[in-house]
């Protein structure tokens, strides 16, 4: 169940802020629980490493037809995820100017590449960590998160 943070009203610049440690999503005054990929230490690296992205992104869609009933996409992987699969050699020039262009424009970042893709918010149950690198919440919570967020709110991923 979410609890109180504050009782400050929202403010038009707000954002969501995951801390994965705590597994707790903040949305405004109201504070979540949640859960993370299979193996939630560290930030994601690579497709199937399980791990659940750490650093600044944005919602870019919200899906009301989510096989973990409603999801908001973040935009995974961004310019520092590019900029590392490049230089590691994990990513193509063409891939990573891809990657850069969408997040300038603040677009769906590709999907499909060696660093993996397809991060959401979503709902699906908060018993253990199962997701493949995704943050899940309980569906009632999710519900209440999915009609209160805008497409192209910030999402912050702490560790």
């Given at each position: 169940m979410a609890t109180k943070q504050s009782n400050s009203p929202l403010a038009a610049e707000s954002q969501i802020v995951v801390r994965k440690t705590d597994r707790k999503l903040t949305f405004?005054?109201?504070?979540?629980?949640?859960?993370?990929?299979f193996e939630p230490l560290g930030d994601k690296e690579i497709e199937g490493d399980g791990?659940?992205?750490?650093?600044?992104?944005?919602?870019f869609t919200k899906n009301d037809k989510s096989?973990?009933?409603?999801?908001?996409?973040?935009?995974?992987?961004?310019t520092e995820d590019a900029k590392r699969g490049l230089?590691?050699?994990?990513?193509?020039?063409v891939e990573h100017d891809e990657i850069v262009d969408a997040i300038q424009n603040r677009k769906?970042?590709?999907?499909?590449?060696?660093l993996g893709g397809e991060i959401y918010i979503h709902g699906g149950g908060t018993e253990r960590d199962w997701t493949r690198g995704c943050i899940a919440m309980n569906d009632k919570e999710m519900k209440?998160?999915?009609?209160?967020?805008?497409?192209?709110?910030?999402?912050?991923i702490l560790s």
């Open positions: 405004g005054d109201k504070i979540y629980k949640i859960i993370l990929g791990k659940t992205p750490e650093g600044n992104f944005y919602v096989k973990y009933f409603l999801s908001l996409g973040i935009s995974y992987p961004d230089a590691a050699g994990l990513i193509s020039e769906k970042p590709p999907q499909n590449t060696a209440e998160l999915f009609d209160s967020v805008p497409v192209g709110i910030r999402v912050t």
